[in-house]
């Protein structure tokens, strides 16, 4: 059976996660989730067909449209894999940014695209998800430069450098201060991937 999904630019019914910082939005074949301000994480639904994910923002990046491949990384070409295959997937490339609207279409093999869910990427330094900078996300991201992803997940805490690494180091924590500073994510240097 196909992959079948309300169009809408939000599918509902919207399911808060046992972190009540974080909003699942369940659309069906699939849930998309912001884990942290460059994070995206897609999970299909188990099914025996292959899907592609397709991402846009309708805040008009000149990047996007692109699809999500295999690593997480976006890309022009669609891959498509059974949700076996998929897993949970970590999107991330320098085209997700913090406090950005990013809309998920599903491709089936026939490159029909159905609807999917929207989700916002944290705020710049807001690892917590809570809406507020503060030292609680200085302290987490210092966790994560220790190791200890107890309370708080990799992808959270992953700020920089441009092209993420999954390694937490000095630049996340600077990251984090700058921004409890004041500074935007604009100031860190990242240029747009598209110019």
């Known amino acids: 059976a196909d992959y079948n999904c309300v169009v809408s630019t939000v599918c509902p019914p919207a399911v808060t996660s046992t972190n009540a910082a974080l909003t699942l939005v369940d659309c069906g074949?699939?849930?998309v989730e912001a884990v942290g301000p460059r994070y995206l994480a897609i999970t299909p639904e188990p099914g025996p067909n292959t899907v592609a994910f397709l991402i846009e923002s309708p805040s008009g990046s000149p990047c996007l449209p692109q699809y999500v491949n295999a690593d997480g990384s976006l890309g022009p070409v669609p891959v498509q894999q059974t949700p076996a295959a998929w897993g949970t997937v970590f999107v991330t490339d320098q085209e997700i940014v913090p406090a950005t609207q990013y809309?998920?279409?599903i491709e089936n093999?026939?490159?029909?695209?159905i609807g999917g869910p929207s989700v916002t990427t944290f705020?710049?330094?807001?690892?917590?998800?809570?809406g507020v900078i503060n030292f609680?996300?200085?302290?987490?991201?210092?966790?994560g430069f220790q190791?200890?992803?107890s309370v708080i997940s990799l992808q959270a805490v992953d700020l920089l450098p441009c092209i993420l690494n999954n390694n937490i180091n000095f630049a996340d924590i600077n990251g984090t201060v700058r921004a409890f500073q004041g500074a935007p994510y604009t100031e860190t240097g990242c240029p747009s991937p598209c110019q």
């Open 29 to 31: 074949p699939v849930v």
């Open 109 to 113: 093999p026939d490159g029909t695209l």
């Open 147 to 149: 190791g200890d992803f």
């Open 103 to 105: 809309d998920i279409k």
């Open 136 to 143: 609680a996300d200085i302290s987490l991201v210092v966790k």
């Open 123 to 130: 705020l710049w330094g807001d690892v917590d998800d809570n």
